[in-house]
């Protein structure tokens, strides 16, 4: 593997924001270059290397979504059956709808589902079948196919019929389907106590307080099709190589460049302008590139691709909250300019009006969040946190809130703004 033309931005990066331990990798052009840098464990120090997993949270969605995607091309699956043709035991409160959602619809976040169900500490082999039984009494926040809401639960569902529809568990049914095939040697949905090999190690800074080493490695294995997989920065990379291919003998060209497909619009979301199947896409420069992140109990994980130039970025760190987000969004941002030759287009922002951020300042809230939206005088400011109550009564350890941080409303896109400032410096809202 070659020295990344990176390899000294990396280094800079993970010390100014004080990281324990990065892995970057970049494919450009046929090319590809790893850096890894610093160490698994704060506690247990080991030194951070190409086959060190790290967990990359949200992006085992991919992996889920690819799954599925190997049953439709062996016509086991439809993706605009209904989900009760798979499940027939599946139900939300509202029976109309429990047998309108599609698998689509789970897919590319549009089934209306909350963005999770309640925690399920059951390990067991059934604890996915167990953790339908929670969303009977849910009410959509919308419609089947009305909006993109981003929905856990829904990938959660779609492990379950792979369950099925295979035979297997879920971390089997994906070991056979993508693992195995792909020769993904080093990534596992197994329990931190059955890995032999060090692993990447969470680590955040809670409130007034210092860089700690968290006590919950990973969520409850019902979460594991929505984010429970560590893979290490050289499987990521050939996983994105293998989403930049044909599909070789693992899934026909046509069902894996569908993937990449719009399903559903985006407005006024950083996770891009459209939701494929799996992946998010968004046009950089003239260019279209597709992707996804994940967050996970103080670590986190970005992939972007871009098609057209055979690029790829994969960024992995194991410290957070906003220290791990921003040293992935700087990367990727350098990647893209420095290697791909592609300028993002930067927000034109309005200046801060008294009487307009008067207009957004409140309190909103779904089922777990709330944003705090304030007007300071100075500045309009947002607050992202888990809602007290939430937190008081979880059954698992979860990351510190992050810090209020400025806000600016984004000129000629009516009500949308961007951060610019704090660890979620240029998220969009």
Same mark, same amino acid.
Request: net charge negative; hydrophobic share 45%.
């Given at each position: ?115 999770? @169900? ?67 040697? /080093? ?79 985006? @407005? ?23 992707? /996804? ?137």
């Amino acid at each position: 593997m070659r020295q990344s033309p990176m390899a000294g931005f990396v280094e800079q990066l993970a010390a100014k924001y004080e990281i324990p331990g990065v892995a970057v990798a970049i494919r450009t052009n046929g090319k590809e270059y790893l850096t890894c840098q610093g160490v698994t464990d704060l506690d247990r120090p080991e030194p951070i290397g190409p086959d060190t997993p790290f967990l990359v949270a949200s992006v085992t969605k991919t992996f889920t979504a690819t799954a599925m995607m190997r049953l439709v091309a062996s016509q086991q699956v439809d993706l605009d059956a209904p989900v009760q043709r798979y499940l027939p035991g599946f139900a939300v409160a509202d029976p109309s709808a429990s047998a309108e959602i599609t698998v689509l619809n789970l897919l590319n976040h549009t089934a209306g589902l909350h963005w999770r @169900s309640p925690d399920q500490p059951d390990e067991s082999d059934s604890a996915l079948a167990r953790s339908l039984s929670a969303l009977r009494d849910q009410h959509l926040i919308a419609a089947p196919g009305a909006r993109v809401s981003y929905s856990q639960s829904g990938y959660n569902v779609a492990g379950r019929i792979i369950e099925v529809l295979t035979g297997m568990t879920y971390e089997q049914a994906i070991a056979a389907l993508l693992l195995e095939p792909l020769a993904l040697r /080093h990534s596992t949905f197994a329990a931190l106590q059955a890995i032999a090999e060090p692993v990447a190690i969470g680590h955040n800074v809670p409130a007034g307080g210092t860089l700690a080493v968290v006590q919950q490695w990973k969520d409850a294995r019902a979460n594991n099709p929505g984010g429970g997989l560590a893979a290490s920065i050289s499987d990521l990379l050939t996983w994105a190589r293998f989403h930049l291919s044909d599909g070789g003998l693992v899934l026909p060209a046509h069902d894996l460049h569908v993937m990449r497909e719009p399903t559903a619009a985006l @407005s006024g979301s950083s996770l891009g302008d459209a939701v494929g199947i799996g992946w998010f896409l968004r046009d950089v420069d003239g260019a279209r590139a597709f992707g /996804h992140a994940g967050s996970a109990n103080g670590q986190f994980a970005e992939m972007l691709l871009v098609p057209e130039k055979d690029f790829a970025v994969i960024t992995l760190a194991n410290s957070g909250p906003d220290n791990g987000l921003a040293f992935n969004r700087d990367i990727v941002r350098a990647g893209l300019e420095s290697v791909a030759g592609l300028r993002e287009h930067k927000a034109k922002l309005i200046r801060y009006n008294r009487r307009q951020a008067g207009q957004y300042a409140g309190v909103y809230e779904n089922e777990t969040m709330q944003a705090v939206f304030s007007n300071t005088g100075q500045a309009l400011t947002a607050a992202f946190a888990i809602k007290p109550a939430v937190r008081a009564n979880a059954t698992t350890e979860l990351p510190p809130d992050m810090p209020a941080a400025p806000i600016a409303l984004i000129r000629g896109e009516q009500d949308h703004y961007l951060v610019t400032g704090g660890g979620l410096k240029g998220q969009r809202g």
